[in-house]
């Protein structure tokens, strides 16, 4: 998906790298290492990317770390895009049909940044539908297996989430007040 907007293969790369492990920084040849290309590919990525203002430089000794930029004005929409076009995100749009009836799949912002849940009650994944939970599992297994984090995920009914919604249940009222990135179906529609 983020190669139909993006040509650069090696730049999705690079863009899925950072945005996917949000605050960390990689030195060069990690990057090469974990992108699977050439090293003249992704040194002129990244200077491109650093020309651009998407990316920091930082000298340390005599490498290069690099870092993405959080106050980069397309950092939400990139962040969005990754969250879609990777991980669990890809999963279950590419899943989709074997997960049943899924009217909204939605990520928490907290999530994709790797922030920690502010309480008990945080919800990582919401998927609101008639979900076929096995398959769903076994995506979000795979999902916890690749970031060693744990998942916390939610699934409803639309008529247990409309019901939720109409009486202000507190925990629906806490995900619609955060700050999510909608995988399948509309935010409006979500809120409204």
Known sequence: ??????????????????????????????????????????????????????????????RLFY????????????????????GIGRDIIKNKSKLGKLRFAMLSGRYLRHLPRKGTNDVDLLIVGTV????????????????????NY???????????KRRRDPFVLSVLEGSRVMIIGDEEDLVS
């Open 132 to 151: 076929v939970l096995p398959e769903l599992s076994l995506l979000v297994k795979a999902e916890e297996g690749r970031h060693d984090r744990e998942i």
């Open 154 to 164: 939610t699934v409803m009914t639309e008529e247990e989430f409309a019901f939720r």
């Open 1 to 62: 998906m983020l190669e139909d907007i993006i040509i650069s293969r090696v730049r999705v790369k690079i863009l899925t790298l950072f945005l996917s492990h949000p605050g960390q920084i990689f030195h060069v040849r990690d990057i090469v290492r974990k992108v699977g290309e050439e090293i003249n590919a992704v040194r002129r990525e990244l200077a491109h990317m650093e020309k651009a203002g998407m990316l920091t430089k930082e000298q340390r000794a005599n």
């Open 67 to 86: 870092a993405f930029r959080k106050d980069y004005p397309l950092y939400p929409e990139l962040l969005e895009l990754t969250a879609k076009s990777s």
